[in-house]
């Protein structure tokens, strides 16, 4: 015994007395009734008999991967048996689903497309086919994605004003008339009141009360309309399309545009579906695209009577934009209205003096009509056309002396008018052929390269139309006249398309050096950072490093003096994200000398946390192997603790797990191969750098122990001196992080797991200490805890732990300095101190699997072993003192378990006993030896209490008896068939 036992030495004498469960402070109290005996186990023959069948497939056999072909015979009747094919001689086989063919090959949907008129289903595919030709697609960028920009754009703080409309009391629902003509009357006198002055103009509004009032006008117009209020709400509307003649806070007019537009495209709408819900009747609804011949007389007469009001208008502005508003509505009453109506619209903007108003008069119509008639192509040229020969209004003295009396130079003015043009222009050049661009060009050649003409072309045609005549377009922005509309601008347009579409090869070099000799001479920070954040993502897609740390420090040597970055962080952070997304080799991007130094322009905390957080995301997705570059490793760690570093008491936990995210993505991606001790020693550097960030700590520990395992599978399980050495270094960092951690649950399994390794590896004092932490922290275990931000009861995750622990402490080796199971016991006298719930039966069903786990270590030979450790089986050999002391403790155990049962004897607890007595039915049944008498007689009454109150489940009670039978077939279990005998059903009453 002593040349098997070593570690492990069988206990005698007085160990042997410090170990019996009697004289344990708390396993113990009155000897169990019923000794414990466990069954011999042959684990090999359980696993055999255990195993499916193994059954040859022939060829040709059914297969659940093989395609399925059905066969189908003349009787509609689909058998399949293997192959699933039928016997039919004039069956017909394919490749189909089996669902489909209970339906004939058809399904109801295939049906109802079937009784459709073939002929309807032709004209609405030719209708929707050429529907689609005319419509837009998602390539053309909305006017709605445009709004909140120049809403965000063009702002003032000067004093607005507004005229409100007082309004009467004639044209409300109220209102009631005899006859036809006393109600039109009634209108047209309504209108002449509004025309005379029932208005109130509000004077000395912000921009945030001018917007309010828009807002309140917007909602009456709703109101008015749903109240039946047609001639308030016509009103309304010409009211505020008054609005847009007044330029007198010329800043804010395009905003002033979009927000008056909102309230007409509103009015529009609602004529519309207005009239278009009077064409349905109780026999047909009008289709979506229907023809004049199919709107009734009342719909096409009511569609007049508001193109009649509209043209009753005086002045040219409102009537111009409210007929504009529900151009849509001329196809009620003719095939042709719409593309009649355009060019008169077009020339009743030539009436319109004011150039900027002229122009966003043009912008609206362009709007409408590509909503309504994007195939009218030849208007919306006419339109821009025009725009062109009156486009030196512009610099005329009209313009000129309103600018004076308003304060306003030309270069605030002139971009007033990009919104407008550039919606006109993308208006026109969609889908345009290339030979359109270079007309374009000549015109713009023409009117002397006109600096707002030309940015305005650039934006709107395709990018790969300009890329091609890049250096044509460089040319023209030379020879442009820089007062008004600055060169630089231009550039940034032509930037912002050479990012989307390549350049001639040969031309690439040049057109970075004409960009950038201008861009570099800018005075103005935000001038120079605007163009520079541009040509950087050109010059990464299509130059090396070498240009790219050009462009970075030029852009240091502009941004830094006066610390002028403050202001421009928007920017700087959209030229880092362009490097890293075009420098996926990192030790590339590390090498740019310029990098680091452009990083250290992010002073703001906040900004620099999420410019490195970019940093770690393109890492983390485009780094493919490991690596142990020290350039790379230098730069990511200062990034990560740059990352690390922001956190504090009011971060909040999502950003926290974002963080460890990132940093833990770079733990995982840091390898030295084969130098384990290096490998080691940055675990150590990074768990001192990122202490603040459990996860990260957590993910530490795992890589440690992984590290560890390394080194055992490196040295296949033979450690040498050095590498015995090392695994305990390996497990010692695991040892000292694991207490740091906050989480009670997160130290328990890595106390468990980190003493599996230290076992794997043979560190077996230390394997001891980790599970003897594990055993001490149990009664630290709050009695509920936080799991995503909601509290729950620690007792089921505390149950899944000490179960998983039971099965590691089978393996472990008995120490030769304590009793016999010694870990076991001191696991039991915590689960015995510890405060269960009292509704709770986790305390038992530890029990029960402590019994499962004491069966086992009474085994010969153990279920599972650890290569070149030997667990008890190996060191006791089956000795009989050893046996003895382990019955004694299952005795003890059961005697816990048979307590508790007898508590549970209320009639609120009846259940949860006859659950609890079943379950330890079946642990005697699969762990004890049943030719024990008294341990036969004490399953039989715990058959007896599960039925005893009806609270059973007769299904499981007979499946238990059907199994208790066939294992009495099996050989050495013939003493069952006496058990099941003494097993009867009982049934409810």
């Given at each position: 015994?002593?040349?098997?036992?070593?570690?492990?030495?069988?206990?005698?004498?007085?160990?042997?007395?410090?170990?019996?469960?009697?004289?344990?402070?708390?396993?113990?109290?009155?000897?169990?009734?019923?000794?414990?005996?466990?069954?011999?186990?042959?684990?090999?023959?359980?696993?055999?008999?255990?195993?499916?069948?193994?059954?040859?497939?022939?060829?040709?056999?059914?297969?659940?991967?093989?395609?399925?072909t059905?066969?189908?015979?003349?009787?509609?009747?689909?058998?399949r048996?293997?192959?699933?094919?039928?016997?039919?001689?004039?069956?017909?086989?394919?490749?189909?689903?089996?669902?489909?063919?209970?339906?004939?090959?058809?399904?109801?949907?295939?049906?109802?497309?079937a009784?459709?008129?073939?002929?309807?289903?032709?004209?609405?595919?030719?209708?929707?086919?050429?529907?689609?030709?005319?419509?837009?697609?998602?390539?053309?960028?909305?006017?709605?994605s445009?709004?909140?920009?120049?809403?965000?754009?063009?702002?003032?703080?000067?004093?607005?004003?507004?005229?409100?409309?007082?309004?009467?009391?004639?044209?409300k629902?109220?209102?009631?008339?005899?006859?036809?003509?006393?109600?039109?009357?009634?209108?047209?006198e309504?209108?002449?009141?509004?025309?005379?002055?029932?208005?109130?103009?509000?004077?000395n509004?912000?921009?945030?009360?001018?917007?309010n009032?828009?807002?309140?006008?917007?909602q009456?117009?709703?109101?008015?309309?749903?109240?039946?209020?047609?001639?308030?709400?016509l009103?309304?509307v010409?009211?505020?399309?008054?609005?847009?003649?007044?330029?007198?806070?010329i800043?804010?007019?395009?905003?002033?545009?979009?927000?008056?537009?909102?309230?007409?495209?509103?009015?529009?709408?609602?004529?519309?579906?207005?009239?278009?819900?009077m064409?349905?009747?109780?026999?047909?609804?009008?289709?979506?695209?229907?023809?004049?011949?199919?709107?009734?007389?009342?719909?096409?007469?009511?569609?007049?009577?508001?193109?009649?009001?509209?043209?009753?208008?005086?002045?040219?502005?409102?009537?111009?934009?409210?007929?504009?508003?529900?151009?849509?509505?001329?196809?009620f009453?003719?095939?042709?209205g719409?593309?009649?109506?355009?060019?008169?619209l077009?020339?009743?903007?030539?009436?319109?003096?004011?150039?900027?108003?002229?122009?966003?008069?043009?912008?609206?119509?362009?709007?409408?009509?590509?909503?309504?008639?994007?195939?009218?192509?030849?208007?919306?040229?006419?339109?821009?056309?025009?725009?062109?020969?009156?486009?030196?209004?512009?610099?005329?003295?009209?313009?000129?002396?309103?600018?004076?009396?308003q304060?306003?130079?030309?270069?605030?003015?002139?971009?007033?008018?990009?919104?407008?043009?550039?919606?006109?222009?993308?208006?026109?050049?969609?889908?345009?052929?290339?030979?359109?661009?270079?007309?374009?060009m000549?015109?713009c050649?023409?009117?002397?390269?006109?600096?707002?003409?030309?940015?305005?072309?650039?934006?709107?045609?395709?990018?790969?139309?300009?890329?091609?005549?890049?250096?044509d377009?460089?040319?023209?922005?030379?020879?442009?006249?820089?007062?008004?509309?600055?060169?630089?601008?231009?550039?940034?347009?032509?930037?912002?398309?050479?990012?989307?579409?390549?350049?001639?090869?040969?031309?690439?070099?040049?057109?970075?050096?004409?960009?950038?000799?201008?861009?570099?001479?800018?005075?103005?920070?935000?001038?120079?950072?605007?163009?520079?954040?541009?040509?950087?993502?050109?010059?990464?897609?299509?130059?090396?490093?070498?240009?790219?740390n050009?462009?970075?420090?030029?852009v240091?040597?502009?941004?830094?003096?006066?610390?002028?970055?403050?202001?421009?962080?928007?920017?700087?952070?959209?030229?880092?994200?362009?490097?890293?997304?075009?420098?996926?080799?990192?030790?590339?991007?590390?090498?740019?000398?310029?990098?680091?130094?452009?990083l250290?322009?992010?002073?703001?905390?906040?900004?620099?946390?999420?410019?490195?957080?970019?940093?770690?995301?393109?890492?983390?997705?485009?780094?493919?192997e490991?690596?142990?570059?020290?350039?790379?490793?230098?730069?990511l760690?200062?990034?990560?603790?740059?990352?690390?570093?922001?956190?504090?008491?009011?971060?909040?936990?999502?950003?926290?797990?974002?963080?460890?995210?990132?940093?833990?993505?770079?733990?995982?991606?840091?390898?030295?191969?084969?130098?384990?001790?290096?490998?080691?020693?940055?675990?150590?550097?990074?768990?001192?750098?990122?202490?603040?960030?459990?996860?990260?700590?957590v993910?530490?520990i795992?890589?440690?122990?992984?590290?560890?395992?390394?080194?055992?599978?490196?040295?296949?399980?033979?450690?040498?001196?050095?590498?015995?050495?090392?695994?305990?270094?390996?497990?010692?960092?695991?040892?000292?992080?694991?207490?740091?951690?906050?989480?009670?649950?997160?130290?328990?399994?890595?106390?468990?797991?980190?003493g599996?390794?230290?076992?794997?590896?043979?560190?077996?004092s230390?394997?001891?200490?980790?599970?003897?932490?594990a055993?001490?922290?149990?009664?630290?275990?709050?009695?509920?805890?936080?799991?995503?931000?909601?509290?729950?009861?620690?007792?089921s995750?505390?149950?899944?732990?000490?179960?998983?622990?039971?099965?590691?402490?089978?393996?472990?080796?008995?120490?030769?300095?304590?009793?016999?199971?010694?870990?076991?016991?001191?696991?039991?006298?915590?689960?015995?101190?510890?405060?269960w719930?009292?509704?709770?039966?986790?305390?038992?069903?530890?029990?029960?699997?402590?019994?499962?786990?004491?069966?086992?270590?009474?085994?010969e030979?153990?279920?599972?072993?650890?290569?070149?450790?030997?667990?008890?089986?190996?060191?006791?050999?089956?000795?009989?003192?050893?046996?003895?002391?382990?019955?004694?403790?299952?005795?003890?155990?059961?005697?816990?378990?048979?307590?508790?049962?007898?508590?549970?004897?209320?009639?609120?607890?009846?259940?949860?006993?006859?659950?609890?007595?079943?379950?330890?039915?079946?642990s005697?049944?699969a762990?004890?030896?049943?030719?024990?008498?008294?341990?036969?007689?004490?399953?039989?009454?715990?058959?007896?209490?599960?039925?005893?109150?009806?609270?059973?489940?007769?299904?499981?009670?007979?499946?238990?008896?059907?199994y208790?039978?066939?294992?009495?077939?099996?050989?050495?279990?013939?003493?069952?068939?006496?058990?099941?005998?003494?097993?009867?059903?009982?049934?409810?009453?």
């Amino acid at each position: 015994m002593a040349a098997r036992a070593g570690r492990g030495e069988a206990v005698s004498g007085k160990e042997k007395r410090a170990g019996c469960p009697g004289a344990s402070a708390h396993v113990t109290g009155k000897m169990a009734v019923f000794p414990w005996h466990s069954r011999s186990r042959n684990y090999k023959a359980e696993f055999a008999s255990c195993r499916l069948e193994a059954v040859p497939l022939e060829f040709g056999d059914y297969h659940p991967l093989k395609p399925i072909t059905v066969t189908e015979s003349k009787t509609k009747k689909v058998s399949r048996k293997g192959s699933s094919s039928s016997t039919s001689s004039s069956s017909s086989s394919s490749v189909v689903d089996p669902l489909s063919s209970v339906l004939d090959g058809t399904d109801p949907l295939s049906l109802f497309a079937a009784s459709a008129d073939p002929a309807a289903t032709d004209s609405s595919r030719k209708r929707r086919d050429r529907d689609e030709n005319a419509i837009v697609g998602s390539d053309f960028e909305p006017w709605a994605s445009k709004r909140g920009e120049i809403l965000a754009r063009y702002t003032t703080t000067e004093k607005l004003s507004i005229n409100l409309f007082m309004g009467s009391e004639k044209g409300k629902a109220g209102t009631t008339t005899s006859a036809m003509s006393e109600k039109v009357r009634t209108r047209l006198e309504e209108l002449d009141d509004f025309e005379e002055g029932s208005q109130k103009e509000l004077l000395n509004l912000t921009q945030q009360d001018y917007v309010n009032r828009i807002e309140e006008l917007n909602q009456s117009l709703k109101d008015a309309w749903a109240s039946d209020q047609k001639v308030k709400a016509l009103k309304i509307v010409i009211q505020c399309s008054k609005l847009l003649s007044d330029t007198s806070v010329i800043q804010f007019y395009p905003s002033k545009f979009v927000l008056i537009t909102d309230i007409l495209d509103t009015f529009g709408k609602l004529v519309y579906e207005r009239i278009f819900s009077m064409c349905v009747d109780n026999h047909s609804v009008l289709p979506d695209h229907f023809s004049p011949e199919n709107v009734n007389d009342t719909a096409k007469e009511t569609c007049l009577n508001w193109f009649f009001k509209i043209a009753s208008i005086r002045e040219l502005i409102p009537r111009f934009y409210v007929e504009a508003s529900i151009l849509k509505c001329n196809k009620f009453l003719s095939k042709t209205g719409i593309s009649e109506c355009l060019p008169r619209l077009t020339c009743m903007i030539r009436g319109i003096g004011d150039p900027l108003v002229s122009v966003y008069a043009r912008a609206y119509l362009c709007r409408v009509g590509m909503e309504v008639a994007p195939h009218l192509k030849e208007s919306l040229n006419k339109n821009f056309f025009d725009f062109l020969l009156t486009f030196k209004q512009i610099h005329g003295d009209t313009v000129q002396n309103q600018l004076v009396l308003q304060g306003v130079e030309l270069p605030s003015y002139l971009p007033l008018y990009s919104p407008a043009m550039d919606w006109i222009f993308q208006c026109i050049s969609y889908h345009a052929p290339e030979a359109l661009l270079t007309e374009m060009m000549e015109r713009c050649k023409k009117l002397g390269n006109n600096a707002l003409l030309l940015n305005s072309v650039m934006s709107a045609f395709r990018a790969e139309f300009i890329a091609t005549r890049s250096m044509d377009f460089i040319g023209m922005i030379k020879e442009c006249d820089e007062s008004g509309f600055p060169k630089h601008l231009l550039f940034h347009s032509l930037g912002l398309n050479l990012a989307l579409a390549d350049p001639p090869e040969g031309d690439r070099l040049q057109i970075l050096n004409e960009a950038w000799k201008v861009i570099t001479k800018l005075k103005n920070p935000q001038d120079y950072v605007n163009c520079a954040e541009v040509w950087v993502e050109y010059t990464c897609k299509h130059f090396t490093k070498r240009e790219v740390n050009t462009v970075l420090a030029d852009v240091i040597k502009h941004m830094t003096p006066d610390r002028a970055f403050e202001d421009s962080y928007p920017q700087l952070q959209s030229i880092i994200k362009k490097v890293i997304a075009h420098f996926h080799d990192f030790s590339v991007l590390f090498s740019v000398e310029k990098f680091l130094p452009f990083l250290d322009m992010f002073q703001k905390e906040s900004v620099r946390v999420e410019v490195c957080k970019c940093i770690m995301e393109v890492f983390i997705k485009y780094q493919q192997e490991p690596t142990k570059d020290p350039v790379i490793l230098n730069a990511l760690l200062h990034v990560c603790k740059t990352m690390h570093d922001s956190v504090n008491a009011l971060t909040l936990e999502d950003e926290k797990r974002m963080l460890a995210y990132l940093i833990n993505g770079f733990i995982k991606m840091v390898s030295f191969g084969r130098d384990f001790e290096q490998q080691l020693s940055f675990y150590v550097e990074a768990r001192s750098m990122f202490c603040n960030l459990e996860t990260v700590l957590v993910q530490l520990i795992h890589s440690v122990n992984r590290l560890a395992m390394e080194t055992r599978k490196v040295m296949k399980g033979n450690h040498s001196r050095k590498t015995a050495a090392f695994v305990r270094a390996c497990v010692a960092y695991c040892f000292i992080t694991i207490p740091s951690l906050v989480g009670i649950f997160t130290r328990l399994n890595l106390y468990l797991h980190s003493g599996q390794v230290a076992l794997a590896n043979q560190c077996l004092s230390q394997a001891d200490a980790f599970f003897k932490a594990a055993i001490s922290l149990i009664p630290e275990v709050p009695k509920m805890i936080n799991i995503d931000g909601k509290m729950r009861p620690s007792e089921s995750f505390l149950l899944e732990f000490l179960c998983n622990f039971f099965s590691t402490l089978l393996i472990v080796p008995d120490h030769p300095e304590h009793g016999v199971l010694f870990l076991v016991r001191e696991l039991l006298n915590v689960i015995q101190d510890y405060t269960w719930e009292d509704s709770s039966d986790d305390k038992i069903r530890i029990y029960t699997c402590v019994l499962h786990l004491l069966s086992a270590m009474s085994q010969e030979t153990y279920l599972y072993h650890i290569d070149k450790v030997d667990s008890n089986d190996s060191l006791y050999g089956g000795d009989s003192k050893f046996l003895a002391e382990n019955n004694k403790l299952c005795e003890t155990v059961m005697a816990q378990i048979l307590e508790h049962l007898k508590t549970l004897a209320k009639d609120e607890a009846l259940k949860r006993q006859s659950s609890l007595g079943l379950s330890f039915f079946n642990s005697i049944l699969a762990h004890g030896d049943l030719r024990n008498n008294r341990l036969n007689q004490l399953s039989v009454n715990l058959w007896h209490l599960a039925q005893r109150h009806g609270c059973a489940d007769t299904r499981t009670m007979v499946k238990t008896l059907e199994y208790i039978k066939q294992r009495s077939k099996q050989p050495d279990m013939g003493h069952l068939t006496e058990l099941a005998l003494r097993l009867p059903l009982q049934t409810r009453t």
